[in-house]
């Protein structure tokens, strides 16, 4: 069955670390670009990073840059997010996806696979 697992989440004091882990099938990981997404309670999924099949190319929200990190490693089908600095406003289920495309990367609607979140919980 074609899937995206997401682990890694959790609570943490701001200022704090995480690093979240996406672990694919070869249908959903291979040749396809990776992003992550995340969505806080009331509001609407909000991209967070996104990475090319060679990992060569990386963009990241403005809200995070400088202190996120996406990155993956193809020979074992799996994806990372590496996050520093965190502040409670990153509380949010974050969310891995899988596209095939490489332009209008940021909506949500450009991915045809999805994980089922994990919790990231900053306290302040």
């Known amino acids: 069955q074609a899937q995206l697992v997401e682990s890694g989440g959790g609570l943490v004091q701001a200022g704090g670390s995480l690093r979240l882990s996406c672990a694919g099938s070869?249908?959903?990981?291979?040749?396809?670009?990776m992003g992550w997404f995340r969505q806080a309670p009331g509001k609407g999924r909000e991209f967070v990073a996104f990475?090319?099949?060679?990992?060569?190319?990386?963009t990241y929200a403005d809200s995070v840059k400088g202190r996120f990190t996406i990155s993956r490693d193809n020979a074992n089908n799996t994806l990372y997010l590496q996050m520093n600095s965190l502040k409670p406003e990153d509380t949010a289920v974050y969310y891995c996806?899988?596209?095939?495309?490489?332009?209008?990367?940021?909506?949500?609607?450009?991915?045809?696979?999805w994980g089922q979140g994990t919790q990231v919980t900053v306290s302040s």
């Open positions: 996806a899988s596209t095939r495309s490489i332009i209008g990367i940021f909506a949500p609607t450009r991915y045809d696979y």
């Open positions: 990475i090319t099949w060679s990992g060569g190319g990386t």
């Open positions: 070869g249908r959903t990981f291979n040749n396809r670009a």
